[in-house]
């Protein structure tokens, strides 16, 4: 069997109106090299963890799902990927 490791790099700005617009993602999945446009939602409570929900470039129409973690200065977090038969985790920092 042939493991595909995937590997991306992106820059998401998150507004204080819960959106994430006009962010970039570079992606490299089993060989296929791809720039997408990163638009989505999130949600942070008190705790400083939360939801983030991005389209999916692959499936157009569908939305990936994150569970995410942020330190409370803000400027460092973790998100790990929540859909079925999905694994993702990232670290992000500001």
Known sequence: MKLQTPASSAIITASSSSMVRENKQSSSRGGKIGREKLEGTYTLDADCSGTMAF????????????????????????????DEGNMAVRSFEK
Do not use: E, F
Not at 61 to 77: E, L, M, P
């Open 55 to 82: 389209g999916s470039y692959l499936n157009p129409g569908a939305q990936i799902h994150w569970d995410i973690y942020v330190t409370q200065d803000g400027t460092k977090g973790h998100m790990i990927r929540m």
